[in-house]
Protein backbone atom coordinates (compact mmCIF):
# COMPACT_ATOMS: atom_id res chain seq x y z
CA UNK A 1 0.00 0.00 0.00
CA UNK A 2 0.93 3.29 -0.47
CA UNK A 3 3.18 4.95 2.47
CA UNK A 4 2.30 8.53 3.05
CA UNK A 5 5.34 10.22 1.76
CA UNK A 6 5.50 8.22 -1.60
CA UNK A 7 1.30 9.19 -1.78
CA UNK A 8 2.68 12.86 -1.59
CA UNK A 9 5.03 12.68 -4.23
CA UNK A 10 2.34 10.82 -6.70
CA UNK A 11 -0.62 12.89 -5.44
CA UNK A 12 1.39 16.09 -6.17
CA UNK A 13 2.05 15.23 -9.92
CA UNK A 14 -1.94 14.04 -10.06
CA UNK A 15 -2.62 17.53 -9.67
CA UNK A 16 -1.12 18.33 -13.18
CA UNK A 17 -3.82 15.77 -14.48
CA UNK A 18 -6.77 16.86 -12.92
CA UNK A 19 -7.46 18.82 -16.32
CA UNK A 20 -10.13 17.34 -19.02
CA UNK A 21 -7.40 15.46 -21.03
CA UNK A 22 -7.26 11.93 -22.58
CA UNK A 23 -3.72 11.37 -22.54
CA UNK A 24 -0.19 12.32 -21.23
CA UNK A 25 2.93 11.19 -22.59
CA UNK A 26 6.98 12.04 -21.42
CA UNK A 27 5.87 13.77 -18.20
CA UNK A 28 8.50 13.38 -15.47
CA UNK A 29 8.22 12.11 -11.82
CA UNK A 30 11.00 13.97 -9.68
CA UNK A 31 11.49 12.33 -6.39
CA UNK A 32 14.00 14.30 -4.17
CA UNK A 33 16.17 12.07 -2.21
CA UNK A 34 14.58 12.50 1.35
CA UNK A 35 11.86 11.36 -0.05
CA UNK A 36 13.10 8.44 -1.41
CA UNK A 37 15.17 7.98 1.98
CA UNK A 38 11.20 8.22 3.96
CA UNK A 39 10.16 5.92 1.36
CA UNK A 40 12.29 3.21 1.57
CA UNK A 41 12.42 3.27 5.23
CA UNK A 42 8.82 2.68 5.54
CA UNK A 43 8.56 -0.02 2.95
CA UNK A 44 12.01 -2.15 3.15
CA UNK A 45 12.83 -1.26 6.76
CA UNK A 46 10.06 -2.07 8.43
CA UNK A 47 11.17 -4.18 11.65
CA UNK A 48 11.71 -1.24 14.51
CA UNK A 49 13.75 0.56 11.46
CA UNK A 50 15.60 -2.07 10.42
CA UNK A 51 16.12 -4.66 7.06
CA UNK A 52 16.70 -7.91 8.10
CA UNK A 53 19.06 -9.72 4.90
CA UNK A 54 19.46 -12.66 7.21
CA UNK A 55 17.25 -14.15 10.17
CA UNK A 56 14.77 -12.22 12.31
CA UNK A 57 15.16 -10.27 15.37
CA UNK A 58 14.38 -13.49 17.47
CA UNK A 59 17.26 -15.23 16.20
CA UNK A 60 20.19 -13.64 18.56
CA UNK A 61 23.29 -15.65 17.30
CA UNK A 62 22.31 -15.92 13.62
CA UNK A 63 20.93 -12.51 11.76
CA UNK A 64 22.13 -9.94 9.45
CA UNK A 65 20.07 -6.43 9.32
CA UNK A 66 20.69 -2.94 7.86
CA UNK A 67 19.23 -0.02 9.32
CA UNK A 68 19.50 3.99 8.98
CA UNK A 69 19.19 4.18 5.46
CA UNK A 70 20.80 7.77 3.41
CA UNK A 71 20.21 8.22 0.07
CA UNK A 72 22.00 10.04 -2.17
CA UNK A 73 23.86 9.51 -6.00
CA UNK A 74 27.61 9.32 -6.72
CA UNK A 75 29.52 11.35 -9.15
CA UNK A 76 28.64 8.63 -11.84
CA UNK A 77 25.16 9.03 -12.05
CA UNK A 78 24.52 5.99 -9.82
CA UNK A 79 22.15 5.60 -6.71
CA UNK A 80 23.83 5.37 -2.99
CA UNK A 81 22.30 4.17 -0.25
CA UNK A 82 24.36 4.41 3.05
CA UNK A 83 23.55 2.31 5.94
CA UNK A 84 24.87 0.70 9.54
CA UNK A 85 25.20 -3.12 9.28
CA UNK A 86 25.03 -5.62 12.27
CA UNK A 87 24.82 -9.49 12.29
CA UNK A 88 26.26 -12.38 13.72
CA UNK A 89 27.06 -15.71 12.17
CA UNK A 90 27.49 -17.73 14.95
CA UNK A 91 25.80 -20.55 17.24
CA UNK A 92 24.10 -20.98 20.65
CA UNK A 93 26.54 -22.57 22.70
CA UNK A 94 24.73 -23.31 25.76
CA UNK A 95 23.47 -19.38 25.38
CA UNK A 96 26.41 -17.98 24.37
CA UNK A 97 27.33 -17.20 20.57
CA UNK A 98 30.19 -18.92 19.29
CA UNK A 99 30.96 -17.31 15.97
CA UNK A 100 31.82 -14.06 13.65
CA UNK A 101 29.50 -10.73 14.33
CA UNK A 102 30.47 -7.12 13.71
CA UNK A 103 28.71 -3.86 13.11
CA UNK A 104 29.96 -1.76 9.97
CA UNK A 105 28.97 1.32 7.75
CA UNK A 106 28.23 -0.23 4.15
CA UNK A 107 27.48 2.15 1.00
CA UNK A 108 25.38 0.14 -1.23
CA UNK A 109 25.49 1.67 -5.41
CA UNK A 110 23.31 0.72 -7.79
CA UNK A 111 21.03 1.28 -11.24
CA UNK A 112 17.92 2.01 -10.55
CA UNK A 113 15.56 0.42 -13.87
CA UNK A 114 11.95 -0.39 -14.80
CA UNK A 115 10.47 -3.87 -15.40
CA UNK A 116 7.34 -5.89 -14.92
CA UNK A 117 5.75 -2.69 -13.60
CA UNK A 118 8.36 -2.08 -10.75
CA UNK A 119 11.35 0.30 -9.71
CA UNK A 120 14.17 -2.71 -9.34
CA UNK A 121 18.15 -2.40 -8.78
CA UNK A 122 20.35 -3.70 -10.93
CA UNK A 123 24.57 -3.87 -10.84
CA UNK A 124 24.31 -3.88 -6.84
CA UNK A 125 27.54 -3.17 -5.37
CA UNK A 126 28.25 -3.03 -1.56
CA UNK A 127 31.13 -1.53 0.13
CA UNK A 128 32.11 -1.96 3.64
CA UNK A 129 34.01 0.78 5.98
CA UNK A 130 35.15 -2.04 7.84
CA UNK A 131 37.91 -4.67 6.47
CA UNK A 132 38.19 -7.98 7.57
CA UNK A 133 36.96 -11.72 6.19
CA UNK A 134 33.15 -11.07 8.16
CA UNK A 135 33.02 -7.89 6.18
CA UNK A 136 33.83 -9.10 3.08
CA UNK A 137 31.72 -12.11 3.05
CA UNK A 138 28.51 -9.99 4.43
CA UNK A 139 29.09 -7.48 1.40
CA UNK A 140 29.32 -10.03 -1.43
CA UNK A 141 26.03 -11.68 0.04
CA UNK A 142 24.36 -8.30 0.07
CA UNK A 143 25.25 -7.71 -3.43
CA UNK A 144 23.80 -10.87 -4.48
CA UNK A 145 20.63 -10.33 -2.52
CA UNK A 146 19.09 -6.74 -2.71
CA UNK A 147 18.79 -6.97 -6.34
CA UNK A 148 16.38 -9.19 -5.98
CA UNK A 149 14.85 -7.61 -2.74
CA UNK A 150 13.90 -4.24 -3.57
CA UNK A 151 11.23 -3.99 -6.28
CA UNK A 152 8.86 -0.60 -5.74
CA UNK A 153 5.24 -1.42 -7.15
CA UNK A 154 5.33 1.88 -9.40
CA UNK A 155 2.59 0.93 -11.89
CA UNK A 156 0.41 -0.09 -9.20
CA UNK A 157 1.13 2.95 -7.18
CA UNK A 158 0.52 5.08 -10.12
CA UNK A 159 -2.66 3.70 -10.84
CA UNK A 160 -3.88 3.71 -7.09
CA UNK A 161 -3.17 7.36 -6.81
CA UNK A 162 -4.59 8.55 -9.82
CA UNK A 163 -7.74 6.33 -10.55
CA UNK A 164 -8.50 6.93 -6.47
CA UNK A 165 -7.40 10.50 -5.91
CA UNK A 166 -10.40 12.69 -5.48
CA UNK A 167 -12.22 13.26 -9.01
CA UNK A 168 -14.39 15.89 -10.68
CA UNK A 169 -18.05 15.77 -10.32
CA UNK A 170 -19.40 13.37 -12.54
CA UNK A 171 -16.36 12.11 -13.89
CA UNK A 172 -13.96 8.98 -13.42
CA UNK A 173 -10.80 8.35 -14.61
CA UNK A 174 -8.82 5.34 -15.79
CA UNK A 175 -5.64 4.68 -16.19
CA UNK A 176 -5.02 2.65 -19.56
CA UNK A 177 -1.21 2.41 -20.07
CA UNK A 178 1.55 3.12 -17.80
CA UNK A 179 5.68 2.77 -18.53
CA UNK A 180 8.56 4.45 -17.18
CA UNK A 181 10.35 4.90 -20.32
CA UNK A 182 14.17 6.57 -18.21
CA UNK A 183 15.13 6.78 -15.09
CA UNK A 184 17.72 9.30 -14.19
CA UNK A 185 19.83 9.28 -10.72
CA UNK A 186 20.59 13.15 -10.44
CA UNK A 187 22.35 15.18 -7.57
CA UNK A 188 19.49 15.74 -5.61
CA UNK A 189 16.84 13.09 -6.92
CA UNK A 190 15.58 10.01 -8.61
CA UNK A 191 13.58 10.96 -11.40
CA UNK A 192 11.63 8.76 -13.63
CA UNK A 193 10.68 9.37 -17.12
CA UNK A 194 6.70 8.28 -17.47
CA UNK A 195 4.53 7.36 -20.66
CA UNK A 196 0.94 6.81 -19.76
CA UNK A 197 -2.61 7.40 -21.08
CA UNK A 198 -4.85 8.51 -18.45
CA UNK A 199 -8.70 8.40 -19.79
CA UNK A 200 -11.70 11.13 -17.81
CA UNK A 201 -14.78 9.15 -18.64
CA UNK A 202 -18.68 9.97 -17.83
CA UNK A 203 -19.80 8.05 -14.82
CA UNK A 204 -22.94 7.37 -16.51
Known amino acids: ML ?3 ARAAW ?3 VSLLLVPTVANAGADLRIQFSALQR ?4 QMFTTEGRRYVKGTRETRCSYGYLERPQVDATPDGRLRVRARFSGRSALDVFGHCIGFGDDFDVAITATPYYKDGAVRFK ?3 VEPASSGLYAGRVSRALSQ ?3 DQFAYPAAQEARR ?4 SPPSPGYRRELRRFDVTRLSVLPDALVLTLDFELAILDRN
Open 39 to 42: LLAE
Open 123 to 125: DVR
Open 3 to 5: TST
Open 145 to 147: SLA
Open 11 to 13: LAF
Open 161 to 164: ALET
